[in-house]
């Protein structure tokens, strides 16, 4: 499986185990909740439904017909489908929330298990943030070595986008230790579902495009405006 469609899939089990859903409100949900997804297309989600549907960890079920969803040439509506999490399900998302590994810190990964970091035990949810925390650290090492190799070679605009790229790791790196900071301390907790630790923040930590669809709380955003960009990373 590629990471992109192990992405894929741990974003739809989890929007799902919040509430059953057909395919074009998951889109929108993908698409509006978790930015990373906006180029995703049908031809991305269906195929891993699909998939999905025949791992048992989905279920199928008719519904009425969607009002919102694009028009088909002979109905010029589209009957929805419905699709509901299993128990298999359930328990296959548990095990991919409860992944610690290097594919949960990096760029792809880390904005769409953060998202879900509100139904993420504590102890997991330190491991990411210092996991993406020492990648980013590494980063910005290799990105200073490479701009004091070539700082004399390079003219003002490239070497401008340079600085930009490493101050955009450096913004994130403060990010993760205000949070890491946080977490240590317990200011990010509330009591939650399943006797799991649950995130909060506070309101204006809040990103504008803030879902209340769902039980769960959204990433916080920086202190110095909006969340950092995890692909920025000019000098790898």
Not at 140 to 153: Q, S, V
Not at 190 to 208: I, M, N, S, Y
Request: glycine share 10%; hydrophobic share 30%; proline share 5%.
């Amino acid at each position: 499986m590629s990471r992109r469609s192990g992405v894929l899939e741990f974003a739809v089990l989890g929007l799902l185990r919040e509430s059953p859903m057909h395919g074009y409100e998951l889109r929108k949900r993908l698409n509006t909740s978790l930015g990373v997804f906006r180029a995703f297309s049908y031809g991305s989600l269906y195929p891993c439904l699909k998939t999905l549907v025949g791992n048992g960890w989905l279920i199928e079920e008719s519904g009425s017909v969607s009002q919102d969803a694009p028009a088909t040439p002979l109905s010029g509506r589209r009957a929805k489908i419905v699709y509901r999490l299993t128990a298999a399900g359930k328990d296959r998302f548990e095990e991919l929330l409860s992944h610690t590994g290097p594919d949960a810190w990096e760029d792809e990964h880390f904005g769409v298990r953060f998202a879900f970091f509100g139904q993420t035990s504590r102890d997991v949810r330190m491991r990411v943030l210092e996991g993406r925390r020492s990648r980013l650290e590494e980063r910005l090492d290799k990105m200073r070595a490479a701009m004091a190799r070539t700082r004399e070679r390079l003219d003002d605009y490239t070497l401008e986008l340079q600085r930009h790229g490493m101050e955009s790791v450096e913004r994130e790196v403060r990010w993760l230790n205000e949070l890491i900071e946080s977490e240590r301390a317990g200011r990010h907790q509330r009591g939650g579902a399943a006797g799991q630790d649950r995130t909060t923040e506070r309101d204006e930590d809040r990103p504008p495009q803030q879902d209340q669809s769902g039980d769960t709380d959204g990433p916080p955003r920086h202190r110095g405006g909006s969340l950092p960009d995890p692909s920025d990373d000019t000098a790898k």
